[in-house]
C-alpha cells in the first residue's frame, strides 16, 4: 500500500511540474570570407554573422569599416593567430574576426579598407564592399 501512494505521489507531482518552454531555434549564423563580397548574401535579422579577413597586424595594417547600412558592426574586431603558426613570429597572417549584426529587415551593406589607419586614404588600399539582404 505504501509504495501504491508513493507511485500515485510521484505520477502527481510529475503531473504537476510546469511544461518546459523551448525557445525558437535560430537560424545559424553566416560565416563569410572575402570572397562573399561579389555578391548579395542572404542575413537574419538580429542574428549576428561572423565575417573572416586575412590581416596582417604587424605591418601596421588593419580593416575599418568605411561605410555601414541597415547593420551593427561590433568594433575592436577580434584578431586570431592560426594555431599552426609559430609562436612570437612576427609578419605571419592572422585573422580579423568582424561580427554583423543587421538591425532590420531590408537592404544591409558595409563597406571595409585596408589600410594603415595613419596614413591618408590611396587608391591602392584595398576596399571589399558586401551587400546583403536581411530577412
Do not use: C, H
Not at 596582417?56 to 547593420?71: C, I, R
Not at 568594433?75 to 592560426?82: A, L, M, T, W
Not at 538591425?103 to 576596399?127: C, E
Request: glycine share 6%.
Amino acid at each position: 500500500m505504501i509504495r501504491s501512494l508513493l507511485a500515485a505521489t510521484a505520477v502527481l507531482t510529475l503531473g504537476a511540474a510546469p511544461a518546459v518552454a523551448q525557445e525558437p531555434a535560430q537560424a545559424p549564423a553566416a560565416a563569410l570570407s572575402a570572397a562573399d563580397a561579389v555578391t548579395p548574401t542572404p542575413l537574419t535579422v538580429g542574428t549576428a554573422s561572423v565575417l573572416r579577413l586575412e590581416t596582417n597586424p604587424s605591418t601596421g595594417y588593419g580593416w575599418q569599416v568605411v561605410e555601414t547600412l541597415n547593420l551593427r558592426v561590433d568594433e575592436p574586431f577580434e584578431v586570431v593567430r592560426d594555431p599552426a603558426t609559430t609562436q612570437g613570429m612576427v609578419g605571419a597572417p592572422e585573422t580579423a574576426v568582424i561580427r554583423i549584426t543587421p538591425r532590420g529587415a531590408g537592404p544591409a551593406s558595409l563597406v571595409l579598407t585596408y589600410k594603415r589607419p595613419w596614413m591618408p586614404a590611396s587608391p591602392d588600399d584595398r576596399t571589399l564592399q558586401f551587400v546583403f539582404l536581411a530577412e
